[in-house]
């Protein structure tokens, strides 16, 4: 054997240092399972433990992925900024998983997942009204194809802008209808259109450019600027007699803006 290779316990190969993660609890600062034999080793163990109580081993991993959404430096579309009214993904599982309605719904639709093995019948946790956060009145189960469905059949609007100013909105009844339609008229790709109530603007060919925004939507306002939002102020003065206008002032304020959002009445 050589000095540099090392024999795997789980494979008995001899294969290079290289070939090992570093672990402070080996004499050799080397892990005894190589990384290939490691990694399956993972594998199997969170089998183990899943198969042990599948219920309560996803709603673990939800509670933690829906945590994790809750931090300052996560971004996705759809979570930018989500709140979370639990200090730790401790607190957040013990508090659903110990409310019984709850839990036997988590329960019945675990059921339907481990038979089926089809991603979309996996429950998940669903924020009931989408402008709030991870809190205990805000939570519910859905599996997952009914969360996906119901985000996408919200009622958006895009703004179609033409030499900065807004030239027409066109309504649909969807999120998904409206990339759809979107990406085929314009040729943009639809993950180009994944930043809905971003307040983010979209470049399109011809010089036109769009804004994709839910008609209860909130602007995720972000730490840094995104554009420079330019006002023009003019202060007009009329001879009430003549109806002349005597004098005029102009002032331009700009301002950094994070993004932007436009709300139009009901016509």
């Keep these: 054997m050589k000095a540099n290779t090392k024999r795997c316990s789980r494979c008995k190969q001899h294969l290079p240092l290289d070939n090992y993660s570093k672990s402070v609890k080996s004499k050799d600062g080397k892990n005894n399972y190589c990384k290939v034999c490691n990694i399956e080793y993972q594998q199997e163990s969170r089998k183990r ?3 042990l109580n599948p219920p309560l ?3 673990k991993r939800s509670c933690q992925a829906a945590f994790r959404r809750s931090q300052p430096n996560y971004s996705r579309d759809g979570y930018d900024h989500v709140s979370c009214s ?3 993904v401790k607190e957040f599982f013990s508090d659903l998983w110990n409310d019984n309605q709850f839990r036997d719904d988590w329960v019945a639709q675990t059921n339907i997942y481990n038979m089926s093995g ?3 019948d996996r429950p998940t946790l669903d924020r009931i009204d989408s402008k709030r956060g991870y809190e205990k009145s805000n939570i519910r189960m859905l599996p997952h194809w009914k969360n996906v469905t119901e985000g996408a059949l919200k009622e958006c609007q895009v703004f179609v802008i033409k030499d900065t100013r807004i030239d027409h909105r066109i309504d649909y009844s969807g999120i998904g209808e409206a990339k759809k339609a979107i990406a085929a008229l314009y040729r943009i790709p639809k993950n180009a259109l994944n930043c809905v109530d971003h307040g983010t603007i979209v470049e399109a060919d011809n010089g036109v450019n769009l804004l994709l925004q839910t008609n209860d939507g909130q602007l995720k306002v972000g ?5 420079i939002m ?3 102020k003019y202060k007009i003065l009329y001879d ?3 109806g002349v206008e005597v004098a005029r ?3 331009q304020v700009q301002s950094e803006v994070s993004g932007i959002e436009i709300r139009s009445s009901a016509s």
């Design 49 to 51: 433990v899943y198969d």
């Design 223 to 227: 730490n840094e600027s995104k554009y």
């Design 86 to 88: 639990y200090k730790n």
């Design 249 to 251: 002032t102009h002032q």
């Design 240 to 242: 009430l007699v003549t």
């Design 57 to 59: 081993q996803l709603l």
């Design 118 to 120: 089809i991603l979309k």
């Design 230 to 232: 330019v006002m023009n």
